[in-house]
């Protein structure tokens, strides 16, 4: 087993002073407040990044604005895909850059980093380069009565709702980001976007491409700190729309701020705890394949991911047999060695708090295999299944967001909608069988924004994204983000 090389560039880019990308300009910051990057493969800290300062977020939000009603507006729709478009090819065209810095600051592995944070961050982004010649309005006749044989006409408009701040969690930070960029830019928004704290210089690079790619300076601003810094976007008054993803705790403050701001339009984009359900008749090799590979891609660090899994009475010895099988053939190591199939957990507070779910669960739970942090300087625990220590067993209801599967036994399949239902989130949900006519009968009744069978965790362009309940409100992708990123604005005629 042995590491990539790492480009010359990706080490120089990680010695530079970082800070923020505001009106078209690289800045180093000028505040006193330096944030620590590490690497979660070894613990070392790779890169400092400044926190932006009250005046350096004001100057964001300022240049935000003037970008949006100045030569933004001017840009044609055409102009604006045409710019998506080559990001997207500046994308990857230095997309081998682009995964080893976010493989170096996430511990996600390099193949995932190429896959998502390049390869569907340029697709994502094409997409939405299509919509932005494709948005549109209706016309209207409306029946007032006509006194002296005047005439009327009405439509609407859709119209971009101004400057969107971004703010956006350390899972996935390039390519959710992509999500908010192509969305915001299509409809003729600005964006302002803030990393996470712990994945915070790969956009500042890509804030750089997208000058390359032709983007007026002031459409794409990245200011970088903690949450306070997010804080201070939201309740800024030039900041007209808030798009967030992160936890379901952070995600409730951000709504109420972004209402007593000033009724700030706010899409939430939150945690899940996801439930596979496995019908008597599902292949359960296939099953238990498909459920290892979504439940521990990036280490489970996936909002759409499998958590609880559903397994018939009858079937869960032998399930629970092939989950421990395939378990134990995992390799752990090094995310930039392409031969590992499983890396570092992302960071310090992820590695404590998933340590104490394991805690929990070798004390609480029958652990079917994994179940241990590992020692060393690196973020590592085993990827870990689970039998449920009864109905009301923490692993059910809360969000480790981590590799931890737990598995539960049901009787009847008629219960399996109240027995997933019970659950304050509703991310995703999947159902494993081969009987179609039973899975769309269940369908209907499963509370989640997405329901897969026989697949989980997928996410495609063109399929809405969402949560019902704790897990959000709002969707991306489709056709629907376009709702969400513009007003509708009516217009009435006499003549
Ligand atoms: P988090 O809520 O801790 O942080 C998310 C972002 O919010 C970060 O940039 C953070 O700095 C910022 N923030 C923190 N406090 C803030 C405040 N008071 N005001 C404004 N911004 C603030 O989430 P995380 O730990 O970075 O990410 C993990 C969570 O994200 C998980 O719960 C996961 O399920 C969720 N997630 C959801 C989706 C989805 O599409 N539904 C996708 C990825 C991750």
Request: net charge negative; aromatic share 8%.
């Amino acid at each position: 087993m042995s590491e990539i090389q790492l480009l010359p560039k990706v080490r120089q880019y990680l010695q530079r002073d970082h800070g923020h990308f505001i009106d078209g300009q690289y800045r180093s910051g000028s505040g006193d407040k330096r944030i620590p990057v590490v690497n979660p493969a070894n613990g070392e800290v790779i890169a400092q990044v400044n926190g932006a300062t009250a005046s350096e977020v004001e100057e964001a939000c300022l240049s935000s604005r003037r970008a949006f009603s100045g030569e933004w507006a001017q840009t044609s729709p055409y102009q604006r895909g045409l710019i998506l478009n080559r990001l997207a090819d500046l994308i990857e065209a230095n997309g081998e850059e682009l995964a080893q810095l976010e493989t170096q600051c996430s511990g996600k592995h390099i193949q995932l980093s190429r896959m998502f944070e390049v390869g569907q961050s340029a697709m994502f982004l094409r997409y939405y380069a299509g919509w932005a010649t494709k948005i549109s309005g209706e016309t209207m006749t409306p029946s007032f009565p006509s006194m002296a044989g005047e005439q009327y006409t009405a439509m609407t408009r859709r119209e971009p709702v101004g400057v969107v701040a971004g703010i956006v969690p350390w899972n996935f930070s390039v390519m959710i980001s992509i999500w908010k960029l192509g969305a915001a830019l299509a409809t003729g928004c600005t964006l302002i976007l803030k990393p996470s704290e712990f994945t915070p210089i790969t956009l500042l690079r890509l804030a750089e491409l997208a000058i390359e790619a032709g983007l007026p300076a002031g459409v794409l601003n990245v200011v970088n700190g903690t949450g306070e810094v997010g804080a201070q976007l939201i309740e800024h008054p030039k900041v007209a729309k808030v798009s967030f993803t992160g936890s379901v705790p952070t995600g409730l403050k951000v709504g109420q701020s972004a209402m007593a701001a000033n009724l700030t339009r706010v899409t939430l984009e939150l945690g899940g705890k996801n439930a596979a359900a496995l019908l008597p008749d599902a292949d359960i090799d296939a099953a238990v394949a498909g459920l290892i590979q979504t439940g521990y891609v990036h280490q489970g660090q996936v909002c759409a991911s499998p958590e609880r899994i559903y397994v018939h009475r009858s079937q869960l010895d032998e399930t629970l047999a092939k989950f421990a099988a395939a378990v134990k053939g995992m390799s752990i190591g090094s995310p930039l060695d392409e031969s590992v199939q499983f890396g570092p957990l992302a960071n310090k507070p992820q590695f404590d708090k998933v340590s104490q779910f394991l805690a929990a669960a070798r004390h609480d739970n029958q652990v079917i295999c994994g179940g241990n942090p590992l020692a060393g300087s690196g973020f590592y625990v085993e990827p870990t299944v689970l039998l449920a220590n009864g109905p009301q067993d923490r692993f059910l209801y809360e969000e480790t967001f981590g590799p931890i599967l737990c598995v539960v036994p049901y009787d009847e399949v008629d219960e399996l909608p109240a027995l997933i239902n019970d659950s304050p989130f509703g991310l995703t949900a999947s159902i494993w069988t081969n009987d179609l006519s039973r899975a769309l009968r269940l369908i209907p009744q499963i509370e989640a924004g997405t329901v897969y069978v026989n697949m989980h965790t997928f996410l495609d362009p063109s399929v809405p994204f969402g949560g019902i309940k704790a897990s959000g409100m709002g969707r991306e992708f489709g056709s629907a983000f376009i709702d969400d990123y513009t007003e509708l604005k009516s217009v009435l005629i006499r003549y």
